[in-house]
């Protein structure tokens, strides 16, 4: 791969392209480069070292990238010139692994989703989910069709194809929905696509961990996309509290929110809001499913 300086504004607009940025964010990160770098970009560097390092550490195990930053929503602007400035080198990772270029781009675009779900939740242009974004930038991960999925060493040490559900667009209810077809085709992409890239690292099962999971959840929207996805999970006894994500993931909102504030449209939003008023929880549950019975065709 031509390797461009880390930050010629150039070759970073036109990453930040094909990394999934939405247009007011592309003219914010233009300006932002037009301005010259926050005053903290010296730290830039050590951020560019660690995350190189971590290319290929597919248990996310080395240093971490973000240590020396202050953590707070608004100190997301080196942490995303830092992953502007190595994605060339992930996408390296994975054309040598097989991957088409341009699948490799698509597997770091959630880059573009996550600045764009930072306006969504602040209402302005920066970055707040570059702890998730550490794990993309290691290379095992990648957006096939409606979900994603990265390959995770589970404690005991088994690896899973861990799978995660994207928000809809931002284009109203019919974008980006999770129908049966939709999910059924991500998951014998990703069977595929593990296959023959990682085939040093062999998964048997499918693995998520999400409020989506939640049988109460499928309970409160029968006959939905959501009830149906959470039904093709087998789930374990571990519980954990998923109200701060529930919100998070249903209204970009994070806590301490005003749940009277929060718009009741849809059936989900009411389902989440009302059960929080009156007191209740939204659970966090794991579930896996075996990848042939998962996986028709
Ligand atoms: C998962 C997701 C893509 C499903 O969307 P979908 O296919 O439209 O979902 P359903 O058809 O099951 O929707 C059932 C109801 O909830 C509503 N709904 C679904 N997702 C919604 C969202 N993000 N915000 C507001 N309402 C939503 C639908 O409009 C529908 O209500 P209606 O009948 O009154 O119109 C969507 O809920 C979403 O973007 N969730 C956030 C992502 C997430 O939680 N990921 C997991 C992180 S661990």
Request: proline share 7%; glycine share 10%; charged share 25%.
């Amino acid at each position: 791969m031509p390797s461009d300086p880390p930050l010629d504004p150039v070759a970073v607009l036109t990453r930040a392209g094909r990394l999934g940025f939405h247009q007011q964010d592309l003219m914010d990160l233009r300006a932002l480069l037009d301005d010259g770098l926050p005053a903290d970009s010296t730290r830039l560097e050590g951020c560019v070292e660690r995350l190189r390092a971590g290319i290929g550490r597919l248990a996310v195990d080395g240093p971490d990238p973000w240590a020396e930053l202050p953590d707070d929503p608004d100190q997301g602007l080196v942490p995303m010139l830092a992953l502007l400035a190595v994605a060339p080198e992930v996408v390296g990772y994975q054309i040598g692994r097989g991957v088409e270029e341009d699948q490799a781009w698509r597997n770091l675009a959630d880059l573009g989703q996550q600045v764009w779900v930072h306006r969504l939740t602040y209402g302005r242009f920066g970055l707040h989910n570059q702890g998730w974004l550490r794990m993309v930038w290691a290379g095992g991960f990648a957006w096939l069709g409606r979900l994603q999925f990265n390959l995770q060493r589970l404690e005991d040490g088994e690896w899973v194809l861990s799978t995660h559900i994207p928000r809809r667009g931002a284009d109203g209810p019919d974008s980006d929905r999770l129908s049966a077809v939709a999910v059924d085709e991500s998951l014998a992409r990703a069977v595929r696509f593990y296959a023959e890239h990682f085939p040093d690292l062999p998964t048997t099962d499918f693995w998520c961990r999400s409020w989506l999971l939640a049988p109460e959840l499928a309970a409160a929207l029968p006959g939905s996309n959501i009830a149906a996805f959470q039904r093709r999970w087998l789930l374990d006894d571990h519980i954990g509290d998923g109200d701060n994500d529930a919100v998070y993931f249903t209204f970009a909102e994070q806590a301490p929110y005003d749940l009277r504030r929060l718009p009741r449209t849809t059936r989900l939003e009411r389902a989440v809001a009302s059960r929080l008023e009156r007191g209740g929880h939204w659970p966090l549950r794991r579930g896996r499913i075996a990848q042939p019975l998962g996986c028709p065709a």
